[in-house]
């Protein structure tokens, strides 16, 4: 039983690392897109690849709760134009926003 507690608390530890990991990356990855959060270049990300995006395909997508991805959408809505290149590919909002 003590085997089996120390692998996963070794998992729990390797899956905080890569949180904390993937938190700095996209920190850097904001402030290089001067955008505000890790979300709204998580939202521009995926509308970058996928642009028939719904709200609830964005929910899923990033697992953050729908009333965050309707705040996060309306901040860039009023902070960011929607053609926005500092992301390597040009990012243009659905319709359906």
């Given at each position: 039983?003590?085997d089996?507690?120390s692998?996963?608390?070794?998992?729990v530890?390797?899956?905080?690392r890569?949180?904390?990991?993937?938190?700095?990356l996209?920190?850097?990855?904001?402030?290089?897109?001067?955008?505000n959060s890790?979300?709204?270049?998580?939202i521009?990300?995926?509308?970058?690849?996928e642009?028939?995006l719904?709200?609830g395909?964005?929910?899923?997508?990033?697992?953050?709760?729908?009333?965050a991805?309707?705040?996060v959408?309306d901040?860039?809505?009023?902070e960011?134009?929607?053609?926005?290149?500092?992301?390597q590919?040009?990012?243009e909002?659905?319709?359906s926003?």
């Amino acid at each position: 039983m003590e085997d089996k507690d120390s692998r996963l608390a070794e998992t729990v530890l390797d899956i905080i690392r890569v949180a904390n990991m993937l938190e700095r990356l996209g920190g850097k990855y904001v402030h290089e897109a001067d955008l505000n959060s890790v979300q709204q270049y998580m939202i521009l990300s995926l509308l970058n690849a996928e642009s028939n995006l719904s709200m609830g395909d964005l929910h899923q997508n990033t697992l953050v709760t729908k009333q965050a991805i309707t705040g996060v959408v309306d901040r860039l809505k009023k902070e960011v134009i929607w053609k926005y290149t500092k992301i390597q590919k040009i990012v243009e909002l659905p319709a359906s926003f």
